[in-house]
């Protein structure tokens, strides 16, 4: 099959700078979710519209999804090797900083007596394991928005079979369904036994659980496929310098759908209805699709901004961001420096990129250079 002649890719690097950018941007709004600038007694239309930015969490879904096949489709042979140096890869750039800030919180936690020894030891085993994330009692415990890490960790564990079923497109229909299969049978399990929250509703699982978010990442697949020449779409070809803009309009069109949906069904986020939840889920990743092939194979305002130098550092220095945003050092900020929101917000970006720089960084290269194998 034909192959993109792409000028905007860094080949020998499989590197897209401006997927590196994005990632700062949706990192960000994600903050003001979490913090809203806005009271829901003053401005409550305000308020509302901003927590609907919980969705740019799909962005990252997208990503990995894309980033993983395109750089490591080789797993599907599943050769030791391949998958040896794969996992090594994957380790080294989540691990290392989870444990490392996890360990701090809960260390926190036992010092300030906030909660009995028993719950912290059970709650600090849940983070570390990453087995919150499928437990509606215990997936916001710790670092809070470490929840979908559990999501992202099951799609890098399970890449290596899906990429072995990828020869045909059809074979994603077929991934999709089996995978929502399976969330609806562990539900069904659990919702009945009801061990400590884990699988406890339909509607947790596919908010919260890969099982429900699998489009997501298999959109990024897709995608990933249409780079790499195995897959052919002439209609995304066809739209040329517009997939840019018809991608954000899809996107700002899911936002303003899910705002709508809360609004009008009393809810404080619309994923916590089933209409908001499909367009999170479905319509979201769709335009975020169209989105990156746009900043892939197209030259636009949006995509020199996203890959300059600048969004490409913070880009690389959101894991460590998005740990740290709610976390104890948003505590530390609050009481011995400012309260201003702006404030907060420009001095957690500075201690995520020093974190990211002293820590993170250095610590996966170490790791990657001793562990894996040429």
């Known amino acids: 099959m034909r192959q993109h ?9 499989d590197f897209i700078p401006a997927l590196t950018g994005i990632r700062a941007i949706c990192a960000y709004f994600i903050f003001f979710k979490h913090l809203n600038p806005f009271s829901f007694t003053e401005n409550p239309n305000s308020f509302l519209f901003i927590n609907q930015f919980y ?15 395109h750089k490591f489709y080789e797993i599907n042979s ?15 750039r989540v691990f290392p900083v989870l444990f490392i800030l996890t360990s701090i919180t809960f260390l926190l936690q036992y010092i300030k007596h906030s909660d009995s020894t028993s719950s912290i030891f059970t709650n600090y085993f849940l983070n570390i394991t990453l087995l919150k994330g499928f437990s509606s009692e215990y997936y916001l415990t710790g670092i809070g928005p470490g929840w979908s890490l559990t999501v992202e960790e099951l799609f890098y564990f ?23 299969l399976i969330g609806i049978l562990m539900t069904l399990l659990f919702s009945g036994i009801n ?8 509607h947790f699982t596919f908010y919260f659980t890969f099982f429900g978010r699998v489009f997501e990442f298999l959109c990024g697949i897709y995608l990933a496929m249409l780079v790499k020449g195995n897959y052919k779409n002439t209609r995304i070809e066809k739209l040329g310098y517009k997939s840019t803009y018809i991608g954000l309009s899809l996107i700002f069109l899911a936002l303003l759908l899910q705002y709508w949906i809360a609004l009008r069904f009393n809810v404080s986020q619309g994923y916590e209805n089933w209409a908001g939840l499909l367009v999170n889920n479905i319509i979201m990743p769709i335009g975020i699709t169209i989105l990156f092939y746009g900043l892939i194979y197209h030259r636009s305002p949006l ?7 600048l969004m490409v550092q913070l880009g690389n220095s959101t894991y460590s961001f998005y740990l ?13 420096i400012s309260h201003n929101l702006v404030i907060i917000f420009i001095l957690i970006i500075l201690f995520a990129f020093i974190f990211y720089k002293l820590v993170e960084q250095p610590i996966a ?10």
């Open 158 to 180: 399970l890449s290596p079979l899906l990429f072995l079923l990828l020869k045909k497109k059809s074979a994603l229909l077929y991934i999709l369904l089996s995978v929502y």
């Open 324 to 336: 740290l945003h709610t976390s104890f050092l948003l505590s530390w900020v609050k009481k011995y």
């Open 365 to 374: 290269r170490k790791l990657r250079k001793h562990f894996i194998t040429r």
């Open 78 to 92: 599943l050769k030791r090797k391949h998958l040896y140096n794969y996992f090594i890869n994957r380790f080294s």
């Open 55 to 69: 969705t740019f969490l799909t962005f990252f879904f997208v990503l990995s999804g894309f980033i993983i096949c």
């Open 195 to 202: 061990i400590g929250g884990f699988f406890s509703s339909y």
């Open 303 to 309: 995509q020199w901004f996203l890959g300059s130098g």
């Open 5 to 13: 002649t792409n000028p905007l890719m860094v080949k020998e690097k």
